[in-house]
């Protein structure tokens, strides 16, 4: 799945002089503070840490509560999603009027039917709603699906996906995984239908490396933190 990548940080974190006998606690959980939410220093959502090396010698600043800031080197798992990048995701509900998805478990995605392709129709089956391909009857997205989309753009405050199902490139990917290599890669969209005779080739890109990121702790309510960023 597009959308992650891991980023080497030089971090100076702060910690309050009450701290000072665990300063290693205090690091995590200064940085777990950080994860599920959006950093515009790292342009991404911080899904994991690594640290990887810790200074031993601290600079305290200067006041009434002297502050004292660590240099830490941290590997960290970012979730950052751009336009026309394809993530994958679990659909949740399924109406008439769109197709609600998860991303990793935390991240909600909505696609309106304006943005699902003509080849994909909404029906009831069986008593339960899905959306079935015309051309390939095989081809169905339920509650349950995992499905692999577009995305059109990402609220980062709220972490809101909108995507799009307009290429052949989308779709269920149980479906996707088995076929994708047997029919040829055409964008159905309608737009595209009226313009081109000829079915337009499409190469998925993939960007981003695959973490090896420890699991962190839970997420915790923030505090006071000063992050510095050093080239």
């Known amino acids: 799945?597009?959308?992650?990548?891991?980023?080497?940080?030089?971090?100076?974190?702060?910690?309050?002089p009450s701290k000072s006998r665990d300063v290693s606690q205090a690091l995590l959980r200064e940085l777990s503070s950080l994860l599920f939410t959006y950093n515009e220093s790292f342009d991404g959502v911080v899904l994991a840490y690594d640290v990887n090396s810790m200074d031993k010698c601290a600079k305290i600043l200067p006041g009434v509560h002297p502050y004292f800031g660590v240099n830490l080197k941290v590997n960290l798992l970012l979730f950052s999603p751009k336009p026309d990048m394809h993530l994958e995701g679990k659909v949740v509900k399924l109406t008439q009027e769109s197709i609600h998805v998860v991303v990793l478990g935390f991240s909600s995605a909505i696609i309106t039917d304006k943005f699902i392709r003509d080849d994909l129709v909404y029906k009831t089956k069986r008593g339960q709603d899905v959306y079935a391909s015309k051309s390939h009857k095989r081809h169905v997205i339920k509650v349950g699906s995992t499905i692999r989309f577009l995305v059109k753009s990402f609220?980062?405050?709220?972490?809101?996906?909108?995507?799009?199902?307009?290429?052949?490139?989308t779709g269920s990917i149980n479906w996707l995984d088995k076929n994708l290599e047997v029919f040829p890669h055409t964008d159905r969209s309608?737009?595209?239908?009226?313009?081109?005779?000829?079915?337009m080739m499409l190469e998925q890109a993939v960007s981003g490396e695959r973490s090896t990121v420890d699991a962190v702790q839970k997420i915790k309510k923030s505090k006071k933190l000063k992050i510095r960023q050093e080239s």
């Open 155 to 169: 609220d980062e405050e709220i972490l809101h996906i909108c995507g799009s199902l307009d290429t052949d490139q």
């Open 190 to 199: 309608a737009k595209k239908r009226e313009i081109e005779s000829e079915p």
């Open 1 to 16: 799945m597009e959308g992650l990548k891991v980023s080497n940080a030089n971090l100076v974190v702060y910690i309050h």
